[in-house]
C-alpha cells in the first residue's frame, strides 16, 4: 500500500521561507512525476509545481521566481522551497506522485503571517 505524507509546514512570517517534503512509500516514483497543489479556504485547489522523470520542473504564475521543486529518487521525495512568502500563499499544500494513477498526501498548512 502507497503511503504520502507531507512534513516541513508551519507559520512564517511574511517574506520569510519554509521547505516542504512529501515521501512516498510501498512503491518507487523514480519515472513518475511529481508536484504540489494547494487550497487555501474557500478557494479552489491551485496547482503550484511539478517536476518529471527528467527533472524538468514547471510553476505556477503566482509562485514563479519565488518556489523551487525538486526531487530525490533515491529517497523517493519531493521538496518545495518557498522562498519570499506572502500572506496569500497561505493554504493547505498536498503533493502528489504520478500521473495516470495518482497517489496524493493528506495535506499540510501553510500559514504566513506577522
Known amino acids: 500500500q502507497v503511503q504520502v505524507v507531507e512534513s516541513g509546514g508551519g507559520l512564517v512570517q511574511p517574506g520569510g521561507s519554509l521547505r516542504l517534503s512529501c515521501a512516498a512509500s510501498?512503491?518507487?516514483?523514480?519515472?513518475?512525476?511529481m508536484g504540489w497543489f494547494r487550497q487555501a479556504p474557500g478557494k479552489q485547489r491551485q496547482w503550484v509545481a511539478a517536476i518529471d522523470r527528467f527533472r524538468t520542473a514547471t510553476y505556477g504564475d503566482s509562485v514563479k521566481g519565488r518556489f523551487t521543486i525538486s526531487r530525490d529518487n533515491a529517497k523517493n521525495t519531493v521538496y518545495l522551497q518557498m522562498d519570499s512568502l506572502a500572506p496569500e500563499d497561505t493554504a493547505v499544500y498536498l503533493c502528489?506522485?504520478?500521473?495516470?494513477?495518482?497517489?496524493w498526501g493528506q495535506g499540510i498548512q501553510v500559514t504566513v503571517s506577522s
Open positions: 502528489y506522485f504520478g500521473a495516470t494513477n495518482q497517489y
Open positions: 510501498g512503491r518507487t516514483f523514480v519515472m513518475a512525476p
